[in-house]
């Protein structure tokens, strides 16, 4: 069973890419989206969670579409537009309607009747040497295959679930894939638990612990192998940044998150008004840091680098601004 132990989710990503580059125990398998390099029942331990971003990636990784994905799954969205609109590629992977079937958020707080984080953080509060509070995502009524093997839909999760445990005041989350794309999927997996693991040892009055991401089928299409392969090991600038929060006040700036996110996405705005949205003075920094990014991204999808250049001044967050100037580049070699 492969094993890669690290301190940060970048070094994690490395390492396994290492390991497909070297092959051993690597196979070929064909996938729905063309061949893969597959290894099988894949475990990544990542020591601290804060480090949740893969910078060495190439091309760069989209770090307003990873930052809006979080919003979205704290405020239980399905709708597909605002997601489509900072990742325009999204539809041709997840499909062209306007609910994401798969949509992580929905699974968590709204699809089997419950909130399930609600739930988990009140089970853990009360009793946090619990055993039994797990995050369910796959939903075996609705996501089973057909009896001819075939996917119910184009956005079956790959998320199976996450098991939380409170153990010496800090909040240990293991997290389980049923497959997992090393190089488009597995660096936005762990910007989305590891942030979950976050927020809700915040609301816990705890520290995050160690993050577990187990894959069964971890793989690598062929035609992005050229690409991990030649990953750029960047120098890294750590992630200072808290994003935790008692729950009253996390809930409350998470909503203004999405409302913004909103604005963004339905408006034309003049720099002036992308400058305003990026500067969250009633919250505390991280969260600036964050929709500042975003603004930054939605001001240069509407062609607007005045409002570019206002947004992108409130990240004061280095490695945020490190990944942004990664992203920025690529797309002015590549295009939209």
Known sequence: MPLFDSGSADEAW????????NGEG?????????????????????????????ISRTPALSVAFAIVEVIGILNGRRDSAYLNFFNPRLPQFAGTKPEYYGAYGFRLR??????????????????????????????????????????????????ICSLLKVRDGRLEWSQIMRSNDLFLGLPHNFVQFMTLQEVIAGWLGVIPGSYTHFSDSLHLYERDVTNAFTCVQSRITENSDSLALPKQQADEIWIEMNRRVDVLVENDLTPKKY????????APGAFGNLIAIVAAD?????????????????????????????????KKTHGQ
């Open 26 to 54: 690597v196979r070929k398998q064909s996938g729905r989206g063309g061949n893969t390099l597959e290894l099988l029942h894949v475990t990544i331990n990542i020591r601290d969670s804060r480090q949740r971003w893969v």
């Open 110 to 159: 709204q699809h089997f009747g419950f909130d399930q984080l609600e739930c988990a953080c009140n089970a853990l509060r009360t009793n946090p040497d619990g055993r039994q509070v797990v995050l369910q995502i796959w939903d075996a009524k609705s996501d089973f295959p057909s009896d001819h093997g075939a996917p119910v839909a184009d956005d079956i999760p790959c998320n």
């Open 298 to 330: 939605a001001a240069r999808r509407r062609k607007c680098s005045e409002g570019v250049n206002l947004a992108i001044a409130c990240c004061r967050n280095q490695q945020l601004r490190q990944l942004w100037d990664r992203w920025e580049e690529r």
């Open 14 to 21: 490395r390492l396994a890419v290492s390991s497909f580059r």
């Open 275 to 282: 400058g305003e949205i990026a500067k969250f003075d009633d």
